[in-house]
């Protein structure tokens, strides 16, 4: 498969591993050979289809591998994802990062699970995560999961209160388990907040390396659905979510971006004011929490989630439409008050 141009890349790496990563592909920062005496480097990371650059969800993860840099002074590496690669592909890169010292060592995705498994089993003394999936299991292994539904359903409650026309639109990657918390929580809150909105839907490919990492179809699926007449559209896409934003701009519609806090993506900037909030997860605390954990000699394994309630999912209010909406804010105080106390059930799927 080609990868699509981005809208924006972010910097290339600054150096690379040593030989017996060359063959993964990709690039990494801040890596060498391990380090003299045979001690454990310091965190590392495999990106998710898109990559570094996606002012989403990969780039959230490199906020939390920055952040374990700058608090722990360590090396630190991440890797790009090849085009059409496989699970061996993936094994090889977790297996040749755990071989050259690093730990933890974190698979961004689900598509990481069968590689997270076979790579905690070879290196039983290195920490590994996964981010969006809570299958896998290992006395090594952390399942870093977050109530995606919760926040989608305050995403709802804004979509429900700004729209115009009464016709709101979801955008998803894939049509999967994962980005159905998404659509499930987001329906909901609209459903909830006010009845008659209809919710248009699609799903961009059933390739997650063509439904997250393709802003040209992300852009003519949210361009379909404001012709439909939606003018607030939600989208949890990845890489492919920068089209669904570039489109609901173009026409003066809003957008609610996901994972990150899009209005203050560099690359998004021309597109700022109509992205009027984002569905955020904690994935780059989750990550640096991991990374400290194992610095101080505790590492965390099993299934860790970010919810409402531990403010590791929420809604960006970097907007000043959004922040200064008081009906808007009430509502959504209401909504994620019910959410927590359990007033509130939100569907996820």
Known sequence: MRRVSRIAVAGTATASLALVLSACGGTSSDASSKSSGGKD???????????????SFNDAAYEGLQKAKAKFGYEVADQEPKDGESDDDKTARLVNLAKA?????????????PAVAEAA?????????????????????????????????????TAA?????????????VDNALINKFRAGFEQGVKDTKKGVKVEKQFLDEDPAKGFASPDLGKAAAEKQIEDGADVVYHAAGLSGQGVIEAAAAEKKYAIGVDSDQYSQKALAAYKKYIIT???????????????????GKPQTGVITGDLKSGEVSLADSNPEFKNDSKLQAALKKAEAGIIDGSIKV???
């Open 101 to 113: 010292g690093y730990n933890p060592i974190v698979g961004i995705g689900y598509s990481y699970a």
């Open 278 to 296: 984002s569905a955020t997860k904690g994935v780059a605390e989750s990550i640096f929490k991991l990374a400290e954990s194992v610095k101080d």
């Open 121 to 157: 089993k070879k290196y039983p003394n290195t920490t590994f995560g996964i981010v969006d999936d809570a299958s896998v299991k290992g006395d090594n292994i952390a399942d870093l999961v977050f109530q995606e539904n919760e926040v989608s359903y305050l995403a709802g409650v």
């Open 41 to 55: 480097k310091g965190l590392a990371i495999a990106y998710d289809v898109g990559g570094k650059g996606d002012q």
């Open 161 to 173: 209160l700004k729209t115009k026309t009464n016709t709101v639109g979801f955008v998803g990657g």
């Open 347 to 349: 569907a996820a799927k």
